[in-house]
């Protein structure tokens, strides 16, 4: 059967835009989950006599409410690639193996589409099924890379398709395609092992952060209180304030000071993880949703903010 290749490459746009709707649903949900703690929160625990939300409550929680639904979902996708990465290597073994015994480009990847490589099996069978369509091998493997969006795939499939396109042993360019790959992930998986050193104190700075806020309001606070009532019995300045007024002037701004240091670090330390991760500011946000949380707890729970 004769098919139009040019109907099927202009199928692209559309997967485009299919990612760019997941991208778009994901960021809505995340606004909607935003929303709905913001009203369940107004309605659970400000008509308590026990527990009221400030301002700056409603900015954590909206911040983690946002931030924690994009980062997983990001975190999933990046996921989803990497295992999808981790297989290239194998399937390009296969397809210059089958290369060997004399079969064409579009041969070799139509035979290997019949084994197993994990998460790689839907795309492989994709080209397969895009070649038996009329699809050349070079289109087929430009669209997947393009499908993947992947530094690593890209540049494989650039190789392959200047390679095919100039002739020769292709066989022997897979081949070395596929040990680069393979060297490239394992690059990568050391770089990793390596940074989860750093994730780690990243977040162990954060606990001793807070652990400081909380040494600094049960010990350091407390003292100016003391000190501040000490002076406004004993009247020693003309024109002291009262006790009263020194002892809100003392913790008042402090606390809220901590509060927002809190959400500083919080964020930036969250995101600073996600870049050490795997160079994505979009995989901190995950990171930094969950010290949001554990900083909103800290505070009103063992603080009593």
Do not use: C
């Not at 089958?98 to 839907?122: C, E, H, N, V, W």
């Not at 060297?183 to 400081?212: D, G």
């Not at 993880?273 to 946000?285: H, K, P, T």
């Amino acid at each position: 059967m004769n098919v139009n290749v040019k109907n099927i490459v202009d199928l692209r746009p559309l997967q485009s835009e299919r990612k760019n709707l997941d991208r778009q649903v994901a960021i809505i949900s995340a606004v909607a989950l935003m929303v709905l703690i913001a009203i369940g929160a107004e309605g659970a625990l400000n008509h308590t006599e026990y527990f009221h939300m400030s301002m700056l409550d409603w900015i954590v929680l909206g911040l983690a409410a946002f931030m924690g639904p994009y980062g997983i979902y990001t975190s999933f996708r990046v996921r989803n690639l990497r295992l999808v990465e981790e297989r290239v290597p194998d399937f390009l073994r296969d397809v210059a193996e089958a290369g060997r015994f004399g079969m064409t480009l579009a041969d070799s990847i139509i035979t290997a589409s019949g084994g197993q490589y994990g998460k790689l099996t839907p795309e492989i069978a994709r080209m397969a099924s895009q070649i038996d369509w009329g699809v050349p091998a070079t289109e087929a493997i430009r669209l997947f890379a393009e499908r993947m969006k992947s530094p690593l795939i890209t540049r494989i499939s650039n190789i392959i398709i200047k390679a095919t396109d100039a002739g020769g042993a292709v066989s022997d360019v897979l081949n070395m395609v596929a040990h680069d790959a393979r060297e490239t992930l394992l690059n990568r998986k050391e770089r990793a092992i390596a940074m989860s050193t750093y994730m780690v104190v990243i977040y162990i700075s954060f606990a001793v952060f807070l652990a400081t806020i909380a040494i600094l309001e049960s010990s350091f606070i407390p003292q100016i209180q003391k000190a501040g009532t000490q002076i406004g019995q004993t009247g020693g300045l003309s024109g002291a304030a009262s006790p009263t007024q020194i002892n809100t002037l003392a913790i008042g701004p402090v606390t809220i000071a901590f509060y927002l240091a809190v959400v500083v670090h919080a964020v930036g330390d969250g995101i600073m993880a996600g870049v050490i991760q795997d160079g994505r500011i979009s995989n901190g946000m995950r990171h930094s949703a969950i010290m949001l949380i554990v900083g909103f707890i800290f505070m009103h729970v063992i603080l009593g903010v």
